[in-house]
């Protein structure tokens, strides 16, 4: 009888486990249904779509990054101590390009602190040189973007700056966020116009003291390669007739005519549906 309690009891004993075990993979099923689940959601709404620089430390360096304060990274001007400059509150070690970077030379006003907002303006005044780039609009902080991809790939990545981007600790700021903002709209608003592009690619322009302007279309024309021609329209930004307009070529029996065509005009003095046209004036 022992050894039937004993035997009934090991049973048991087995079943519990099993379903422990049961429950345990049900759990992480659970589990990973739940993450997977907010995965997609962040990722549908942009949030997962942070750009190169929160990403920079895990790219290109295997130590923990230095916080740099401001008074120390103003030590590192020289050949002696090396020559650092910060972008967007990024450190990098530039002395391999002491020619471009040293005393006295061209890009010398970069190093020992952050002048990220001259990259762009081309200011190098010391009252102009700021790393508050809050000015600048989402193409510029594209533009801006592009050098600290050029320092990544170039030079030495150190660490950060302790300032308007990054805390102490190396965490980031609410500005490092704004740039953020202004990066992913900036390549939204690219994508939007390479596929405007490909709708309404570029025509061929030229211009004669003489004859005055011709502008055609072709298969290739604007770089786009396609199965159709089109004809020359202005294509303006808005709605309004007083905004920019550039020379397009537009299929008239298109879905894209007809969803922009208050945005399209003939020109004057042209056939509607000739492909080439000459205009008298500066015009295109």
Not at 53 to 64: K, N, P, V
Not at 80 to 90: A, F, Q
Not at 204 to 219: K, Y
């Amino acid at each position: 009888m022992f050894g039937l309690r004993n035997s009934g009891l090991r049973c048991s004993t087995g079943e519990k486990k099993k379903r422990n075990m049961s429950s345990k993979y049900l759990w992480l099923s659970l589990l990973f249904l739940i993450v997977y689940f907010l995965y997609t959601r962040l990722k549908e709404a942009g949030v997962l779509n942070v750009p190169f620089i929160y990403h920079y430390q895990l790219s290109g360096y295997t130590g923990d990054p230095r916080v740099f304060s401001a008074t120390e990274l103003k030590v590192y001007t020289n050949k002696k101590n090396g020559l650092y400059l910060s972008i967007l509150g990024l450190v990098f070690d530039v002395t391999r390009g002491e020619r471009q970077y040293g005393p006295g030379k061209s890009y010398h006003a970069f190093t020992g602190r952050d002048a990220s907002l001259a990259f762009i303006t081309g200011e190098f005044e010391s009252s102009k040189l700021t790393d508050d780039v809050s000015s600048l609009s989402p193409r510029q902080i594209k533009a801006l973007d592009d050098w600290l991809q050029f320092y990544h790939t170039n030079y030495i990545y150190k660490g950060k700056l302790h300032g308007r981007y990054y805390h102490e600790d190396g965490s980031p700021t609410a500005e490092f966020y704004v740039v953020q903002e202004k990066l992913l709209l900036a390549k939204k608003e690219k994508a939007l116009e390479e596929k405007q592009d490909k709708m309404f690619p570029l025509c061929n322009v030229e211009w004669n003291r003489e004859t005055g302007t011709v502008f055609w279309c072709t298969e290739k024309s604007g770089g786009i390669d396609r199965d159709w021609v089109g004809v020359p329209r202005k294509l303006f930004e808005t709605t309004n007739a007083q905004s920019s307009f550039r020379c397009a070529c537009v299929k008239l029996d298109s879905k894209e005519y007809k969803e922009n065509k208050a945005r399209l005009r003939d020109y004057d003095g042209c056939e509607k549906y000739a492909t080439r046209c000459v205009l008298k004036t500066n015009e295109i």
